[in-house]
């Protein structure tokens, strides 16, 4: 119970760190997240592409 958890928070951790990694790559360090693949910017953290680019 506490290690899955313990897991989906990580995981949570992990996806939101990854959206903002994308941002900063993207030049915005102030964004949420950003396409990985234009650029813009994406208002929540589940998608690492935008609609054009997925
Ligand atoms: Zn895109």
């Not at 313990?6 to 030049?27: F, P, S, T």
Request: aromatic content about 6%; proline content about 2%; overall charge negative.
């Amino acid at each position: 119970m506490f290690e899955s958890q313990y897991n989906d928070e990580m995981e949570a951790e992990v996806k939101h760190l990854e959206a903002q990694m994308r941002a900063i790559n993207a030049g915005h360090p102030e964004w949420l997240n950003a396409c990985s693949g234009c650029g813009c910017e994406l208002t929540g953290i589940e998608n690492s592409r935008c609609e054009k680019c997925r």
